[in-house]
């Protein structure tokens, strides 16, 4: 029986991000306002202004423990990222890097107010994105240096291409169709077994390309089946991939709304 519990859970996602950011933004405005008392004698007091302090602790929580600013601007990167293989299949080469201001990296929001954006396109959903290995939350690019965040963007974004139909088949089949032998019990990039017996419908989960869905706001940015700890990457060649909680062919662009992110399992 499917747990339909999985699937509430994971489409509170955008809810808790919405008020993830309205908390934050309430925080920092209070901060920003600063406090004033009475000092007894008619006049007031203003606390010292922490604004200063207040930034550098909010920059030291974004990044790893242990990363520096200027480490996460720059690199070094861990050393499972150095020649890793990007969501398009190019592998980072440590010597051919691209600086974070070179390509005008920014986040999603400020990404926006760029002519060169296009909506829904971020790091996650970049044929150059590595997405994260060691659980840190951050992954790399193939072209910039530096820390990765899949709510990021640059101006060298690079759509992943879409899957060709496998030969014989036919492009309405791919949703329900049995995925190959190396898939139909392979373990996720998040480590969950795939059961071939106990899967979500493609339109149970809302399963659709995660530029729409982000463009939508139907999901934050920086998600995708790329680093979801349920997706089954390419095993044979034909850059389809699967998914340990969905039947049918899932490529690597897509995102539903099981979607997990692969940080929470490794």
């Not at 202004?49 to 423990?65: L, V």
């Not at 909506?119 to 150059?128: F, I, K, M, R, V």
């Not at 077994?193 to 920086?222: H, K, T, W």
């Amino acid at each position: 029986m499917l747990e339909i519990r999985s699937l509430d859970d994971s489409a509170s996602n955008y809810d808790m991000w919405s008020r993830r950011n309205y908390i934050v933004a309430t925080v920092g405005l209070a901060a920003l306002s600063g406090c004033t008392g009475d000092t007894g004698d008619g006049g007031e007091t203003t606390e010292p202004n922490r604004e200063d302090e207040d930034e550098e602790d909010e920059d030291e929580e974004e990044r790893p423990e242990g990363v520096t600013a200027e480490e996460f601007e720059s690199g070094p990167v861990p050393a499972m990222y150095v020649s890793a293989t990007s969501l398009g299949t190019e592998q980072r080469n440590s010597d051919e890097l691209q600086t974070k201001a070179d390509v005008n990296f920014s986040e999603y929001d400020e990404a926006q107010e760029n002519e060169a954006h296009t909506p829904g396109t971020c790091c996650a959903n970049c044929a150059d994105y590595i997405p994260d290995k060691n659980g840190d939350e951050f992954g790399a690019c193939a072209e910039v240096e530096g820390y990765i965040d899949g709510a990021d963007w640059c101006t060298i974004y690079e759509e992943l291409p879409e899957p060709d139909v496998p030969e014989g088949m036919a492009e309405d089949e791919l949703p329900t169709a049995e995925v190959p032998e190396e898939y139909r019990t392979a373990s996720s990039q998040g480590g969950e077994e795939r059961n071939p017996d106990d899967l979500f419908s493609q339109e149970e989960v809302n399963l659709m390309e995660s530029v729409d869905v982000i463009e939508e706001e139907m999901a934050p940015p920086g998600q995708s089946c790329g680093n979801c700890a349920e997706f089954i990457p390419d095993k044979n060649g034909d850059t389809w991939g699967a998914c340990a909680k969905v039947e049918g062919y899932i490529a690597v662009e897509d995102w539903c709304a099981v979607w997990e992110h692969v940080s929470e399992e490794l």
